[in-house]
T-cell receptor, first 113, second 111 residues
Framework: ELKVEQNPLFLSMQEGKNYTIYCNYS?????LYWYRQDPGKSLESLFV?????AVKQEGRLMASLDTKARLSTLHITAAVHDLSATYFC?????????????FGEGTQLTVNP | NAGVTQTPKFRVLKTGQSMTLLCAQD?????MYWYRQDPGMGLRLIHY???????AKGEVPDGYNVSRLKKQNFLLGLESAAPSQTSVYFC??????????FGPGTRLTVT
């Protein structure tokens, strides 16, 4: 059974600071997704990481994937209030098994002025 | 292009009542999914479909049934609602190998 663990689950940051959210998973997979969810809203896709060593950046967020360590990181640079949200990582097996995703519990990020 | 839509947005049921949640997508995606989201537990997969006329069980299928009679629609049914089914339900669709696109969610309360 695939298990996905995120840490921390709660993160309170000051604006301008840097921090990293970690996503560990238990079985081999080379597909990892990061989503953002604002309170009361749906999930918005941030990054799709499909191979070992993949790194993607969008604005102040950068995601990376190490399939050998079964670890993905979401790095936040110089945080701003607008980044306050819950961030989920999700891991999936190969496409032949219906592309099912297993989600982590989510990291609730609060960026304080 | 509306993407993924869900009907209804909110619903309150009494224990034992039944209802159907409708998910529709206009992106011609093959795969569709139903998840539930509970506080502190992330999203858990209920059922999914890899094409018209197909369905399969996910992680938490008990108490739910699904149908995919048309490619663009995926229905989630609760035959006899229980308070444990109080949750927010999300539908998603995708075309492999790309990411899943999520609907706005349905907030269901069972009293």
């Amino acid at each position: 059974e695939l298990k996905v663990e995120q840490n921390p689950l709660f993160l309170s940051m000051q604006e301008g600071k840097n921090y990293t959210i970690y996503c560990n998973y238990s079985t081999t997979s080379d597909r990892l997704y990061w989503y953002r969810q604002d309170p009361g809203k749906s999930l918005e896709s941030l990054f799709v990481l499909l191979s070992n060593g993949a790194v993607k950046q969008e604005g102040r967020l950068m995601a990376s994937l190490d399939t050998k360590a079964r670890l993905s990181t979401l790095h936040i640079t110089a945080a701003v209030h607008d980044l306050s949200a819950t961030y989920f990582c999700a891991v999936g097996p190969q496409e032949t098994s219906g592309s099912r995703l297993t989600f982590g519990e989510g990291t609730q990020l609060t960026v304080n002025p | 292009n509306a993407g993924v839509t869900q009907t209804p947005k909110f619903r309150v049921l009494k224990t034992g009542q039944s209802m159907t949640l409708l998910c529709a997508q206009d992106m011609n995606h093959e795969y569709m999914y139903w998840y539930r989201q509970d506080p502190g537990m992330g999203l858990r997969l209920i059922h999914y479909s890899v094409g018209e006329g197909t369905t399969a069980k996910g992680e938490v299928p008990d108490g739910y049934n699904v149908s995919r009679l048309k490619k663009q629609n995926f229905l989630l049914g609760l035959e006899s609602a229980a308070p444990s089914q109080t949750s927010v339900y999300f539908c998603a669709s995708k075309d492999p190998p790309y990411e899943q696109y999520f609907g706005p969610g349905t907030r269901l309360t069972v009293t």
